[in-house]
Structures are given as structure tokens and as C-alpha cells.
């Protein structure tokens, strides 16, 4: 394996335009030893199609897999992480973008900290359209807590995936590190894979580093949008199953706590009424947040599902 190497592990599903932008991004980075792995799931040729075009004015070695019959997501990531010839990876998915310097200011981490498991930076946000989106980008940082504070080798690597610091793309990770964590399946934690990835990683991580840069681009499609990149429910259900060290337990805790109003709603809507009651009746509710208007449209949800769930069984 490369050690110097670092391979960018792209999932494309039937957006041939955005995967160009995106294929373009990893073109302009100042960093050379790089290569492009990308998985298609689409349902025709047209990613393929662009990575042709893609070849023709780009140095960048690409290996592009056509997936026949498709993988779905996490199998399609997992097999990327398996093809990477790099020591090191990125992940990116196929509507976002890296900034040119994204790979340089990673790397340098690894300078600094020999032993890092993964770093990662700063998100733009922009529209669809690519707008750049200036006041979402600010609350992005500051709700997942990359803030200048943070900046550094974290002294509990696992923080970083408790607080959701993690981003779900635009990472650098070692490869082998990637390999064994592995994304998990929709079957398995829903709709949050990659929350769970990034959990999952920051706990065994032997270190994590937040560099206070900007080092990829968010895009807000409309199907980013409808479709919540972290449900609510399935963020909950792995923060409590998650393994901690004792340094993390409180942060973990209070995870919850934020988590658990919009949990105990995404689960009575997903006509799951029993773990919305657990979450209901948790220590994790926050006892404030019993005293308002929204804990009693809760309980209203979680009861409407009750005996929703009842009438169907009772047919």
C-alpha cells in the first residue's frame, strides 16, 4: 500500500452533473499523489459517460466499478474502502465538493501527529445551484462544534463522534482504519450510516484531528433535504448502544439529552411507538423540556401511534 498515497472514494447514484463538480474538485487539489476510485450505482451509463470526459483533460488516475446489480449505499462504500490503494482515504460523496487545498491541510495533521487514525475540517455549505450558502455554513461549524477552540489533536478522539463534530464526508482517514470500522447496513442503523461510521470510528480512533480550515463543500440538494442526513431516531439508538470511554460518558449524556425530543417524534412518526415511550420516559428527556408545550405534542404522537399500531394488528 502507498503510504503516501491518498486515494478518493467516490459513490455516485444517477447524478452524472454532480459528479463531474465533484470529480473536478479532486482535479484542482495541490496535492499530487492522488488517485480517484469511484463505485456506480446508477441505473445507465451516464457517470460513466463523465468519467470518460473527466479522463480525457485530467492527469488523475481514476478506477472507475460499474455495481450490476446496484450495492446500495454501504455495501457500495465498503467495497470502495476495499479497492483504495492509498494508505490513507477520502470519502466524498458525488454532490459535494473538496476545497484545493483540502488534502494538503489534512495531511499536515499527519505531520504533527504520526499516529492519527483521522482528521478532518471545516464545511461549506452551498444551495443546489451552488450558491454558497454564508449562514449556514456559520451554523453548520458552530452546531457540530468546529470551533477554534477545538482546533488540534482532540484529547478524547471519541468527542469528536459523539458531538457530531465528524462530518459525514470529506474526511481523511487510514485506510485500514476505514476497512475494519466498515459502514453498516440501512438494516442495521437506518438511515444514519454515516453518523454511525463516524461514531463508531471516533471511539476505537487512537487519534482524531480538527484542522479550523474549510476542506469540503456541502451541498443542499433537495434530496439531502428531504431525506435528513442524521434521523433523529437511529442517532439516538447508537449513541445508547455506543461503548465509551469514562472521559466521553458525560458528553455522550448530554448528546442524548439534545437528541431526544427530536428521537422520541422521529420514532412515534415511524410507527414505532414502544421506543418512542423509551425515549419519552428516559433520564435523557430533559426534565425542562417536560414542562413545555412540545413534550405534550410528544406524548400525543407516541399515543397516536399506540393505537395505530394497535388498530393494524387488531385487522
Known amino acids: 500500500m502507498n503510504a503516501r498515497l491518498i486515494s478518493i472514494c467516490i459513490p455516485t447514484c444517477n447524478r452524472p452533473a454532480l459528479l463531474e463538480q465533484a470529480l473536478d474538485s479532486c482535479a484542482a487539489q495541490n496535492w499530487e499523489e492522488l488517485e480517484i476510485v469511484i463505485g456506480d450505482d446508477s441505473r445507465d451509463d451516464s457517470a460513466e459517460q463523465v468519467v470518460a470526459r473527466f479522463r480525457e483533460r485530467s492527469r488523475v488516475p481514476v478506477r472507475y466499478e460499474r455495481n450490476v446489480p446496484r450495492l446500495g449505499q454501504a455495501a457500495n462504500v465498503n467495497r470502495l474502502f476495499a479497492r483504495a490503494q492509498g494508505a490513507r482515504l477520502v470519502l466524498l460523496h458525488d454532490d459535494d465538493l473538496l476545497d484545493a487545498s483540502a488534502l ?3 495531511d499536515a495533521c499527519w505531520t504533527r501527529h504520526p499516529d492519527l487514525t483521522a482528521a478532518f475540517g471545516k464545511q461549506r455549505v452551498i444551495a ?7 449562514q449556514a455554513t456559520e451554523a453548520l461549524n458552530r452546531d457540530y462544534r468546529r470551533v477554534p477552540e477545538r482546533a488540534g489533536r482532540l484529547p478524547v478522539p471519541a468527542l469528536a463522534g459523539i458531538d457530531q463534530m465528524f462530518p459525514n464526508n470529506g474526511f481523511l482517514v487510514n485506510t485500514e482504519a476505514a476497512r475494519r470500522i466498515a459502514y453498516r447496513s440501512v ?12 461514531l463508531r470510528l471516533c471511539v476505537e480512533a487512537a487519534g482524531i484531528c ?3 480550515e ?3 463543500i456541502s451541498r443542499e440538494t433537495a434530496q439531502s433535504i428531504s431525506t435528513d442526513a442524521l434521523p433523529a431516531m437511529h442517532a439516538f439508538a447508537q449513541l445508547q448502544a455506543s461503548r465509551v470511554p469514562g472521559a466521553a460518558q458525560a458528553a455522550r449524556d448530554d448528546a442524548l439529552r439534545r437528541v431526544a425530543p427530536r428521537a422520541a417524534s422521529a420514532f412515534a412518526r ?3 411507538p414502544a421506543a418512542a415511550w423509551r425515549v419519552l420516559l428516559s433520564k435523557h428527556y430533559p426534565l425542562r423540556d417536560r414542562l413545555r408545550a412540545r413534550f405534550l405534542y ?5 399515543t397516536r401511534s399506540t393505537f395505530a399500531l394497535r388498530a393494524s394488528h387488531g385487522k
Open 298 to 302: 410528544h406524548v400525543l404522537l407516541a
Open 104 to 106: 494538503t491541510l489534512l
Open 214 to 216: 474549510f476542506v469540503s
Open 128 to 134: 443546489d445551484d451552488g450558491t454558497p450558502r454564508a
Open 210 to 212: 480538527f484542522v479550523d
Open 270 to 272: 415511524a410507527g414505532e
Open 187 to 198: 438494516e442495521e442503523v437506518g438511515e444514519a450510516c454515516d453518523f454511525d461510521f463516524g
